[in-house]
């Protein structure tokens, strides 16, 4: 499995592609797709899924016209759902225009298959109520969305935000898959399960 990057928006989000032989899902388009449908067409990849850990703005500014340009489904979580009444999920402060609103499907936590491969779905909560983690086995990886980042967590002061329930979240789901396993953020470096249980300094104790 191959996994691309793409820092998109204002806030220089990390967009994933995710592929797997000719299928691919997205993760977080969080500004202009132009950069992914390229390399969507390099590759000669179809895509299946676009993925939201969160509906916060800037992991979701790209979901209307990549959704429009490939047909793939939006799926995210309902209870982040409130969120596009809201400037978090809307955008339009900051300077930023208000995104158009684009049609989502809800995604319970459980087991399915992404792109051809198995993926766990995680609920974990913490950064905002309907935050999802979406774990590859084959791909030794782990989108993590704002939950957690290279020795860093996620905001928590932002209305929906529970510490207690991000590190619960962390605790959980996420320290619990194996050591090796990469960590890809919504912002920041990539880490992995191992480093950040030995030294994120929010975390202490896991």
Sequence with gaps: ??????????????????????????VDPGGDPAPLLQHLEAEGLS????????????????????????????????????????WLG?????????????????????????????????HTPGHSPGSLTFYFPDAGAAFVGDLIFYRSIGRTDFPGGDIEALKRSVREHVFTLP????????????????????HNPFLGGF
């Excluded at 995604?107 to 779905?121: I, N």
């Design 1 to 26: 499995m191959d996994i691309a990057t793409f820092p998109l928006g204002a806030l220089q989000t990390n967009c994933y592609v995710l592929s797997n032989g000719r299928e691919a899902v997205v």
């Design 47 to 86: 895509l299946t899924a676009i993925l939201n850990t969160h509906l916060h703005f800037d992991h979701t500014a790209g979901n209307k016209a990549l959704a429009e340009a490939t047909g793939a489904p939006i799926l995210a979580n309902d209870a982040d759902g409130y969120l596009l009444d809201t």
């Design 90 to 122: 809307r955008g339009g402060e900051m300077g930023l225009p208000p995104l158009d609103l684009y049609e989502w499907t809800n995604l319970e936590p459980g087991e399915t298959t992404f792109a051809g491969a198995p993926c766990t779905v995680f």
């Design 179 to 198: 050591p090796e396993t990469r960590l890809l953020s919504g912002h920041g470096p990539e880490t992995t399960v191992a480093d950040e249980r030995n």
